[in-house]
């Protein structure tokens, strides 16, 4: 056996090999180095991003694609400190993923050793569970377990922390605390010396052998029988019924064509959210787009699906007082946030619609209400077109969404990171199918892109990837281009150059007065991306914007990374939209 294969770090390795973790997202450092090599010794991807933020957020892209909990590794200290934002991402998206971090040598902690922090408070209150391992005998069980609590129940991320003397081979930590306690004579050298080597003996005890724990199954939980069946005559009984379906709902990745299947027969008129975006397809006679709002406020019965009652849906204002609301959700606070509803079916929201899918069998008609539904929908789409055939100096962000509409791949997975451009772009783009669309969630983080991109590209490698960023969100990546150029992955970006931070600007203008804040420059980030070796492509006009995106296509098709600098116009669009 080669000492790669005997350490500590290959025992991390050897679980997320039996987990089936196709790649591990890394940055560097001193403390991990074992595990990276490990992990490609047995064949896992390794791919190192520029900051750790992009490879958490990558990791959580995976997770969201998968169903299977995305692994990043980071180094101790401000490794873990810059996953923060990305981890809290992860916990409000309920995206289930493992984050390993370094550590300190167990008997340097709390000494003055570099990058020594107390971590456990840092990242507790954003992950499921914290575990410190202490003994090589407890890394592989407690990764393990990892897997299973950020997918059981509520999904979500779990940190696993592995001090560095736990990831080398026993005889080299072993010389290694023999050369730390050096040869001194005098009583506090020799009791040093005595103290290390029962430390060093007790880190290794038990530790001989063993192979990596089986994955454990993980049953979705389902809301009772009394839920389905109480929901189930709800729904029979409502004369206007909707259903709006969210991200949880798609918790289940690999269930996804069946759960399509279920809400199609199910006959519902509903609205798509979030992962849930595109499970009906690019165009669906029940989906509808628009005017969410009014369809809330007329509708006698309302199912929410892995939908909480959030800012999104106006605390729960959005749906009439006297509609029957039912709740199916993972988590018990979810389903009755801001609103209590009058059938809380606690479970998998995707397994509950199709639980009800088979108990209530044939769809009744109700074709006056769907196409009431319908008609205003067609009337907000005849509205966009007639927003899009405004014409200016540069390039109208609406017509630009509706070319990529057209021109996009059927494969096509859309990432979204930025303000105003990447809402427009969520009224305009039609995800193809099931997990086709990568937003922030609720956290509504800025700079998620890079990394989701980066991860949805890795598992998704048949597909086009379309990064779609703000210039301000791209701020927050563009180094990561390095990433993608060197992992040689055909991704498109798209900056909608608007030279500000418009979400903000409109309204800080509207009721401060001041745009202090919120301008950028028209940068080339064309250039920059040249600069690591991608495509770039600048567009200034309107009739530039078909062509460029035919050329980016054919670019990635071709194994290349893009970027298209895209000069936008101002427009009014999005006005009375807030962001608050
Ligand atoms: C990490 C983070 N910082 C700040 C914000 C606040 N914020 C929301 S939208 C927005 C403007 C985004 O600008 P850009 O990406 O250029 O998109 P635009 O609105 O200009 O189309 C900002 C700063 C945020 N959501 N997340
Ligand atoms: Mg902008």
Redesign the pocket.
């Known amino acids: 056996m080669s000492p790669a294969r005997s350490n500590g770090g290959d025992r991390v390795a050897a679980v997320l090999q039996a987990h089936g973790v196709p790649v591990l997202f890394t940055l560097c450092g001193g403390h991990i180095s074992p595990i990276l090599v490990a992990a490609k010794a047995r064949g896992i991807r390794v791919v190192d991003t520029r900051g750790e933020a992009a490879a958490v957020f990558a990791a959580d892209a995976v997770a969201r694609l998968t169903g299977i909990p995305g692994v990043a590794a980071v180094t101790a200290g401000p490794g873990l400190t810059n996953t923060v934002?990305a981890l809290k991402n992860a916990q409000l998206a309920q995206s289930p993923l493992v984050l390993i971090g370094g550590a300190a040598p167990t008997a340097l902690q709390g000494r003055g050793a570099l990058q020594d922090i107390d971590q456990r408070p840092l990242v507790a209150p954003h992950v499921k569970q914290v575990r410190r391992v202490r003994r090589v005998a407890d890394l592989a069980p407690a990764l393990a377990e990892a897997f299973a609590v950020a997918r059981e129940g509520v999904p979500g991320p779990v940190f696993v922390e592995c001090p560095v003397d736990l990831l080398y081979d026993e005889a080299s930590i072993r010389q290694w605390y023999a050369e730390a306690a050096g040869k001194g004579t005098a009583l506090p050298d020799r009791l040093l010396r005595w103290y290390l080597e029962r430390h060093a003996r007790r880190l290794f005890a038990g530790a001989s052998g063993g192979d990596a724990p089986r994955p454990r199954e993980i049953a979705p939980p389902a809301a009772s029988d009394a839920a389905l069946r109480r929901a189930a005559a709800a729904l029979a009984a409502a004369e206007r019924p909707l259903l709006v379906i969210g991200s949880q709902a798609l918790a289940q990745a690999t269930n996804a064509a069946r759960l399509a299947q279920a809400v199609a027969q199910l006959g519902l008129p509903l609205y798509l959210s979030g992962m849930a975006r595109g499970l009906m397809g690019r165009e669906h006679r029940l989906q509808m787009r628009h005017a969410r709002r009014e369809a809330l406020r007329e509708a006698d019965c309302v199912l929410l699906a892995g939908v909480p009652c959030d800012f999104r849906l106006d605390y729960g204002r959005h749906v009439r007082r006297s509609a029957t609301l039912i709740a199916a959700n993972r988590s018990r606070r979810d389903a009755r946030l801001n609103r209590r509803p009058a059938v809380a079916a606690i479970g998998d929201a995707g397994g509950f619609l199709e639980a009800l899918a088979a108990e209530l069998g044939e769809p009744a008609g109700r074709a006056a209400w769907i196409d009431k539904l319908r008609m205003r929908d067609n009337e907000r789409e005849a509205e966009i077109d007639a927003r899009a055939a405004q014409q200016g100096e540069h390039v109208n962000?609406v017509a630009f969404f509706r070319t990529l509409d057209r021109v996009a791949a059927q494969s096509a997975v859309f990432v979204a990171?930025?303000?105003?451009?990447?809402?427009?772009s969520s009224y305009i783009l039609r995800p193809r199918g099931p997990l086709a669309w990568l937003d922030?969630g609720a956290?509504?983080?800025?700079?998620v892109g890079a990394g989701f991109a980066l991860g949805a590209a890795l598992v998704r490698p048949a597909s086009e990837h379309w990064l779609l960023?703000?210039?301000?969100?791209?701020?927050?990546g563009l180094a990561e281009l390095d990433t993608v150029v060197r992992h040689r992955i055909p991704a498109i970006a798209i900056v909608?150059?608007?030279a500000?931070?418009?979400?903000?600007?409109?309204e800080q203008v509207k009721l401060l007065h001041d745009d202090v804040g919120?301008v950028?420059a028209r940068s080339a980030y064309h250039e920059v991306a040249r600069g690591f070796g991608a495509e770039g492509i600048e567009v200034r006009r309107a009739a530039e914007v078909e062509p460029a995106l035919q050329r980016a296509r054919d670019l990635a098709a071709a194994g290349r990374t893009v970027l298209l600098n895209v000069w936008?116009d101002q427009t009014d669009f999005?006005d009375g939209a807030i962001?608050m």
Do not use: E
Request: charged share 15%; no cysteine; hydrophobic share 30%.
């Open positions: 934002t962000p990171d930025g303000g105003d451009f990447v809402a427009t922030p956290f509504g983080t800025l700079g960023w703000g210039d301000g969100a791209s701020g927050y909608g150059n608007d500000g931070w418009t979400q903000i600007a409109r919120t950028l936008l999005r962001s």
